[in-house]
Each structure stands twice: as structure tokens, then as C-alpha cells.
């Protein structure tokens, strides 16, 4: 994801309304280019962006659901079909995956790794673009095999796309939890039959935790 293969991700290739999300999530920004204290994805995405680092900048119940949908990913625990439903709840239109990061210092599942885990899920057999220059990565540690041919990044787009990020949806049945805060309208309290759908999934860039 190196400065120069700005514009990474196509304008208009995301739906109007959804995110991108960058896979797999890496605790530290250090690339095979350079090291930045924080990812360089967000200021180089036109749409809103979701990756994982270390330090949390959403609500917590957003960054919890992301975590939880990475750890998924990065510690191969997918099962055929989970993914897909998962990204649409967190209102994804599509996924980017990287794998211009230096895994020894960023923490993250190693190009190979990845690839074998998103293989079994909807969507993710056929990537729809590619930036950058082609590399070889060798099979996991441990691990038998040819390895993985991959480009810098890869899109794959979720079809049919997540829910808008900004939804409604009825009351009943439906707790966002935690306490309120000052100036915060949501928890229980109704002045309305509908009302934006909890902050857990509000626009904007969310970056998750360790």
C-alpha cells in the first residue's frame, strides 16, 4: 500500500452507503516500504474505511464486532459461509486485502494464511481488481505446499452489499446496551416508533483494537 499506488481502490467500485474493509487488521502500520505510526489506508480511501490497529477510535461495540470478525479471519476459524453475513451487518460494500505489510512487526496472519482462510467463503474466489506488483509468499510455517502468488491488494466486493450505514430499525426487540452518555440518544428511551440504528454501525472511519 505504498503512497505510489494511490488511488488504491476504484471511486465508484464501492456502493453508495458502504464501507471498505481492509483485511487482514494490523495492530502496527509497518510496511515493506516503511513504518507509520497508524495505516495509511483511510487517507487513501474515497469510501469509508474500516481496518484494525492496535488503538481504538470507535465505539466500543463497533470495534468489538470488527475484532471479532478479524480474529475470525486471522486465526482461520471461518467456517464455509460465515464471513458474507458478518460484513453485510457491519455495512460493507468491499473488502481489500493487503499484503504489503511486514507480518513480523505488524502482527498480522501472513499473505498465505489469509488467502487459505477467505478461500472457503462467499465472494472471495474471484477478486474483481488488483493493485500493484505480484509477489510469491511461501506457505505458513509448518506448512506443506506451493505457497501464494498475490498481488499488493486485491478487491473483492460483498454482493448483494451490507445494510446502509446509516438504517433504521424498529425498537422492539432491539437493545444497543451500555450506559448512556451526555448528549447520547440511544438505549431504551423512545421519542420515536423508528430511530437510527445503533452507534455500533454509524458512518464513518473505524479503526479496531488488540
Do not use: N
Amino acid at each position: 500500500m505504498a503512497p505510489g499506488a494511490h488511488p488504491w481502490l476504484p471511486a465508484q467500485a464501492t456502493p453508495p452507503g458502504r464501507r471498505v474493509l481492509l483485511l487482514p487488521g494490523s495492530l502496527f502500520a509497518d510496511y515493506r516500504w516503511g513504518a507509520t505510526s497508524e495505516s495509511v489506508a483511510p487517507p487513501l480511501s474515497s469510501k469509508p474505511l474500516l481496518v484494525r490497529q492496535a488503538i481504538r477510535y470507535a465505539d466500543p461495540r463497533a470495534a468489538q464486532l470488527q475484532d471479532a470478525t478479524d480474529d475470525l479471519v486471522q486465526q482461520e476459524r471461518l467456517v464455509p459461509g460465515q464471513l458474507a453475513p458478518l460484513l453485510r451487518l457491519m455495512g460493507v460494500g468491499d473488502v481489500v486485502v493487503q499484503t504489503d505489510d511486514r507480518t513480523d512487526q505488524s502482527g498480522a496472519l501472513p499473505p498465505a494464511g489469509v488467502r487459505d482462510a477467505l478461500s472457503g467463503q462467499l465472494g472471495f474466489r474471484q477478486r474483481a481488481a488488483a493493485v500493484g506488483p505480484v509477489r510469491r509468499f511461501p506457505p505458513l510455517w509448518g506448512r506443506s505446499g506451493a505457497g501464494a502468488t498475490l498481488p499488493e491488494l486485491a478487491v473483492f466486493p460483498v454482493r448483494p452489499a451490507g445494510a446502509p450505514l446509516v438504517r433504521l430499525q424498529p425498537l422492539h426487540g432491539r437493545c444497543c446496551g451500555g450506559r448512556r452518555r451526555r448528549g447520547e440518544s440511544w438505549g431504551w428511551r423512545q421519542r420515536a416508533p423508528w430511530r437510527p440504528t445503533c452507534p455500533s454501525l454509524s458512518p464513518g472511519t473505524s479503526t479496531g483494537g488488540s
